[in-house]
T-cell receptor, first 115, second 111 residues
Framework: DGGITQSPKYLFRKEGQNVTLSCEQN?????MYWYRQDPGQGLRLIYY???????QKGDIAEGYSVSREKKESFPLTVTSAQKNPTAFYLC??????????????FGSGTRLTVV | EDKVVQSPLSLVVHEGDTVTLNCSYE??????LLWYKQEKKAPTFLFML????IEKKSGRLSSILDKKELFSILNITATQTGDSAIYLC???????????FGKGTKLTVNP
């Protein structure tokens, strides 16, 4: 089955640590996205990538980094510079031909908690 | 600035009630409006709307778009506890591969 997989589902981070959230898709989608979701805030875009080896900052990129070395993979690193990283993180992907009609395909999310 | 505004942000009803969720938008080069349902984790697709006045329907859920007044509504009739979720509205734009999301409406249906 085609889909988008995020791991881990739950992640605990100590203050000062970097952590990496995994996102893999086998849908052959060109574009991939990372969103952060906080209660009452909706989905806020962190980074997105429309093609391999290229990515752009979203609205809240500070304290985060990404890479896109393969079409299938778009990992997100939450660095120690991110002051309030506790949140639910959603990865998504899309194809140009299906974007208008279906929007994104979403992963199941990673809940990150700073302890 | 492109924006999508949903109202209300939160809603609590009893089983059997009918609810109407609102989504207004101000974006350049509008292409389509999408509704998603998010229960615990991944948002799942409900409807895509591009044309004014044409109702999309799926069971107890229906949605319609008004491109003149720039809004959409999502109706849920005879609500059930399983309808409890966050409902997200998003807009696609020509020339962009990013969706513009509203903040969502959190619906709670009590038995």
């Amino acid at each position: 089955d085609g889909g988008i997989t995020q791991s881990p589902k739950y992640l605990f981070r100590k203050e000062g640590q970097n952590v990496t959230l995994s996102c893999e898709q086998n849908l052959n989608h060109d574009a991939m996205y990372w969103y952060r979701q906080d209660p009452g805030q909706g989905l806020r875009l962190i980074y997105y990538s429309q093609i391999v080896n290229d990515f752009q900052k979203g609205d809240i990129a500070e304290g985060y980094s990404v890479s896109r070395e393969k079409k299938e993979s778009f990992p997100l690193t939450v660095t120690s510079a991110q002051k309030n990283p506790t949140a639910f993180y959603l990865c998504a992907s899309s194809s140009r031909t299906l974007l208008r009609d279906y929007g994104y395909t979403f992963g199941s999310g990673t809940r990150l908690t700073v302890v | 600035e492109d924006k999508v505004v949903q109202s209300p942000l939160s809603l609590v009803v009893h089983e059997g009630d009918t609810v109407t969720l609102n989504c207004s938008y101000e974006v350049t080069n509008f292409r389509s409006l999408l509704w998603y349902k998010q229960e615990k984790k991944a948002p799942t697709f409900l409807f895509m709307l591009t044309s004014s006045g044409i109702e999309k329907k799926s069971g107890r859920l229906s949605s319609i778009l008004d491109k003149k007044e720039l809004f959409s509504i999502l109706n849920i009739t005879a609500t059930q506890t399983g309808d409890s979720a966050i409902y997200l509205c998003a807009v696609t734009q020509g020339g962009s591969e990013k969706l513009v999301f509203g903040k969502g409406t959190k619906l709670t249906v009590n038995p």
